[in-house]
């Protein structure tokens, strides 16, 4: 059942391969990750830490053109 809250983003199937290969290696075992849905939290959450710089930049110039185009 889906939920309300969640998005669900299509992948092609070549990756969802790569994905379980992954989920049947000893690391994805030593990390606790069992679902691809699991794995891809994980890869999603691990690239916005990662890159949270980045986008707090992108939310920034968002947040100034709004504001410009506001003004008029």
Known sequence: ???????????????LKELDRYLASNEAKRYGIRSRAELL????????????????SIQVKQHNQTSNIDKG
């Open 41 to 56: 939290r994980f890869i999603v959450r691990r690239f916005i830490d990662e890159h949270e710089h980045v986008l707090e």
């Open 1 to 15: 059942m889906a939920r309300e809250d969640w998005d669900y983003i299509p992948l092609p199937k070549g990756m």
